[in-house]
């Protein structure tokens, strides 16, 4: 039993509208799913990915304006940036351009851990960089939805890795390693910090946890343009069950199986505090809408359904540009 790789980040936002503007226009992705949170029905759940929103493309937000006052504040016990997948050294160049084109600030390409990246934010201050995957399809890359205004040859392929940052190395690698079959790639410095790259599954891009230790570090705060977890992919639910026995039997509380309907779920926070998910690969996100017309409307799972009226009537519209 391994673990497929990255399912997908789930962040903050506090400017719904703002956040499909920039995910959609300026990086490209599809929205592929609006639907609101389940835990909570006044906030929109938002979910960008590949055309399909393929497992290992998603990048998904809660809309939290509440939080708008609240910035995140960076520290140890969280995802402190995610990596996303593009293909080749002219698509970094075609992304210097295009980000300096929608005025978003960044630091040209940098070279790391043997590969080609550009460090950036979007306008709530969510780090991210653009990795070349050097075309690996270990893990499967995802396609770029046709629609979307960045051409395919350049367009994001999906997650490429994950960065945590921790007082202490040692707990969370023993979660990764040990509990959850991570391998231990590769070691650098960088700076007064210490990095060290685990994959999982097929390996390589799609595969990676970057675990940066920083014993200085204050603790994380989340906050608007925080992340607020870190998903794997398991392929079925008997799998999923099994991860769930796995995780248990190492003595972290782990949550019950939780149907998200597109997916799903079970949670529970490694020791350096960042919150982990394990997420079934499907059914995915056209399994109530056509495929042609993902996210275009307000999705609701089906025992939301009936409260649809109150639902939207407490929502923002999210404004169409
Ligand atoms: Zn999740």
Do not use: C
């Given at each position: 039993?391994?673990?497929?790789?990255?399912?997908?980040?789930?962040?903050?936002?506090?400017?719904?509208?703002?956040?499909?503007?920039?995910?959609?226009?300026?990086?490209?992705?599809?929205?592929?799913?609006?639907?609101?949170?389940?835990?909570?029905?006044?906030?929109?759940?938002?979910?960008?990915?590949?055309?399909?929103?393929?497992?290992?493309?998603?990048?998904?937000?809660?809309?939290?304006?509440?939080?708008?006052?609240?910035?995140?504040?960076?520290?140890?016990?969280?995802?402190?940036?995610?990596?996303?997948?593009?293909?080749?050294?002219?698509?970094?160049?075609?992304?210097?351009?295009?980000?300096?084109?929608?005025?978003?600030?960044?630091?040209?390409?940098?070279?790391?851990?043997?590969?080609?990246?550009?460090?950036?934010?979007?306008?709530?201050?969510?780090?991210?960089?653009?990795?070349?995957?050097?075309?690996?399809?270990?893990?499967?890359?995802?396609?770029?939805?046709?629609?979307?205004?960045?051409?395919?040859?350049?367009?994001?392929?999906?997650?490429?890795?994950?960065?945590?940052?921790?007082?202490?190395?040692?707990?969370?690698?023993?979660?990764?390693?040990?509990?959850?079959?991570?391998?231990?790639?590769?070691?650098?410095?960088?700076?007064d910090?210490?990095?060290?790259?685990?994959e999982?599954?097929?390996?390589?891009?799609?595969?990676?946890?970057?675990?940066?230790?920083?014993?200085?570090?204050?603790?994380?705060?989340?906050?608007?343009?925080?992340?607020?977890?870190?998903?794997?992919?398991?392929?079925?639910?008997?799998?999923?069950?099994?991860?769930?026995?796995?995780?248990?039997?190492?003595?972290?509380?782990?949550?019950?199986?939780i149907?998200?309907?597109?997916f799903?779920?079970?949670?529970?926070?490694?020791?350096?505090?960042v919150?982990?998910?394990?997420?079934?690969?499907?059914?995915?996100?056209?399994?109530?809408?056509?495929?042609?017309?993902?996210?275009?409307?307000?999705s609701?799972?089906?025992?939301?359904?009936?409260?649809?009226?109150?639902?939207?009537?407490?929502?923002?519209?999210?404004?169409?540009?």
């Amino acid at each position: 039993m391994q673990l497929g790789g990255l399912h997908h980040v789930t962040a903050v936002t506090t400017e719904a509208s703002e956040n499909v503007a920039f995910y959609t226009e300026v990086l490209g992705l599809r929205l592929v799913k609006k639907t609101v949170n389940q835990d909570d029905v006044s906030a929109y759940h938002l979910f960008y990915g590949d055309e399909l929103g393929r497992p290992g493309t998603e990048v998904t937000f809660f809309d939290w304006p509440h939080l708008r006052i609240a910035p995140n504040h960076a520290g140890a016990g969280e995802v402190s940036a995610t990596e996303l997948r593009v293909t080749g050294r002219e698509a970094l160049d075609f992304w210097t351009e295009r980000l300096a084109e929608f005025g978003v600030e960044h630091g040209g390409v940098e070279e790391r851990g043997g590969r080609g990246l550009i460090a950036f934010t979007d306008p709530e201050g969510q780090r991210l960089r653009l990795v070349d995957d050097g075309g690996d399809n270990k893990v499967a890359g995802g396609i770029p939805w046709e629609g979307s205004p960045v051409p395919r040859v350049a367009g994001i392929r999906g997650l490429g890795a994950v960065e945590l940052m921790v007082r202490d190395l040692a707990p969370t690698a023993w979660v990764l390693s040990e509990v959850l079959g991570f391998r231990k790639v590769d070691e650098y410095e960088r700076g007064d910090e210490r990095a060290v790259v685990f994959e999982v599954g097929p390996g390589g891009p799609g595969s990676e946890v970057l675990v940066v230790e920083r014993p200085e570090a204050p603790v994380a705060r989340l906050g608007r343009g925080g992340v607020h977890h870190v998903a794997f992919r398991t392929p079925d639910d008997e799998e999923h069950a099994a991860w769930r026995e796995r995780v248990r039997s190492f003595g972290l509380g782990v949550t019950p199986q939780i149907d998200r309907f597109y997916f799903r779920s079970i949670y529970f926070r490694e020791p350096g505090g960042v919150l982990f998910e394990i997420a079934t690969d499907g059914p995915g996100f056209a399994t109530d809408e056509d495929a042609n017309h993902l996210g275009e409307r307000l999705s609701l799972p089906p025992f939301l359904e009936p409260r649809r009226e109150a639902i939207e009537a407490g929502l923002e519209p999210i404004a169409a540009r």
